[in-house]
């Protein structure tokens, strides 16, 4: 079985930075394609970030690119997303999840899902 938990939120200023954790345990990143998605209150969820299971470019949503990055921990049982530059409009729930399909994770449809952390941006 396979469980994913985020961590990492909080409150931060506008232009501040947070980095937050996805642990994976039950099976190695490495398995997975894995992905950060987010939901604001109100708005349905939303992709933000992906890194293949076989690593290559990694994809982000236009309204991050630039600012995001998401990467795998050394341990590979931990992925990452470095968020720089917030603003209001990243104020969020912010999901980590995996799939060994990243077409399935893209769409949405991941196998697994965390509970999710909350970003919240004050201007």
């Known amino acids: 079985q396979v469980q994913l938990e985020e961590s990492g939120g909080g409150l931060v200023q506008a232009g501040g930075s947070l980095r937050l954790s996805c642990a994976v345990s039950?099976?190695?990143?490495?398995?997975?394609?894995m992905g950060w998605f987010r939901q604001a209150a109100g708005k349905e969820r939303e992709f933000v970030a992906q890194?293949?299971?076989?690593?290559?470019?990694?994809g982000y949503a236009d309204s991050v690119k630039g600012r995001f990055t998401i990467s795998r921990g050394n341990a590979k049982n931990t992925v990452y997303l470095q968020m720089n530059s917030l603003n209001t409009d990243d104020t969020a729930v912010y999901y980590c999840a995996a799939d060994s399909s990243l077409g399935d994770l893209l769409k949405g449809g991941a196998d697994y899902w965390g509970k999710g952390t909350l970003v919240t941006v004050s201007s």
């Open positions: 039950g099976r190695t990143t490495s398995s997975y394609a």
């Open positions: 890194v293949s299971r076989f690593g290559g470019v990694p």
